[in-house]
């Protein structure tokens, strides 16, 4: 089956730092979604992005499909962006099943 | 906008319970999803269904049973509870687009089987 991995498993960064995660997977995806998870709490879509750079606030995520691969960038790290980040791929069709990879944990020390 | 919500956000059970987890979502979507998650193992998926009273199984069925009576309920039941066992149950929906689909999560029940 399809397998996603992320990087870096953790991240630590001091506030206004900016930090880049990983996401690469295994097959073909037509469908791309990045993920932010705080302590205890459940999964807040962040943005949709199979392809090309896409741009929310002080995300930019961009994905390149063919070499299975994308990123997502936030700029000036904030305290309140700790937290994990999930990555999950798919391929369009009726039986859409999202995979996800494990994360990265964020901490962004003030 | 819409909400998934599910029932109850905490559940406490016994060894060998039989133990039922419900969702809700007012998005009108057609596909739901429930995935556990466990510390260090990610997001597994258990079933989805792509409509009403439909049924698919995900990589870790077994030990449970679903039920999706209607449109916007699908509902999750723990067939044998396992003891010491802890994870979050995670419901999930979607509507499938060419591109750009985007998936919403409930807030998750927390299962503890003592």
């Known amino acids: 089956g399809q397998q996603v991995q992320q990087s870096p498993a953790s991240l630590v960064l001091q506030e206004g730092e900016n930090a880049e995660l990983q996401c690469n997977f295994s097959s073909t995806a037509t469908q791309l979604q990045w993920f932010y998870q705080s302590p205890g709490g459940s999964l807040v879509s962040l943005l949709s992005?199979?392809?090309g750079t896409k741009h929310t606030g002080r995300l930019t995520s961009t994905t390149v499909t063919k070499e299975r691969r994308s990123s997502l960038h936030i700029s000036s790290s904030q305290t309140t962006d700790s937290g994990t980040y999930l990555c999950a791929i798919g391929a369009s069709g009726g039986n859409y099943k999202p995979t996800f990879g494990k994360g990265t944990s964020l901490v962004v020390h003030p | 906008g819409g909400i998934i919500t599910q029932t109850p956000k905490f559940l406490i059970g016994q060894e060998g319970q039989k133990l039922t987890l419900k969702c809700q979502q007012n998005f009108n979507h057609d596909t739901m999803y429930w995935y556990r998650q466990d510390s260090g193992k990610g997001l597994r998926l258990i079933y989805y269904s792509i409509t009403e009273n439909d049924l698919q199984k995900g990589d870790l069925s077994e030990g449970y049973d679903a039920s999706r009576e209607k449109k916007s309920s699908f509902s999750l039941t723990v067939t044998s509870a396992q003891k010491n066992e802890m994870a979050v149950f995670l419901c999930?929906?979607?509507?499938?687009?060419?591109?750009?689909?985007?998936?919403?999560f409930g807030k998750g029940t927390r299962l503890t089987v003592v």
């Open positions: 992005n199979p392809s």
């Open positions: 999930a929906s979607t509507k499938m687009r060419t591109k750009n689909t985007e998936v919403f």
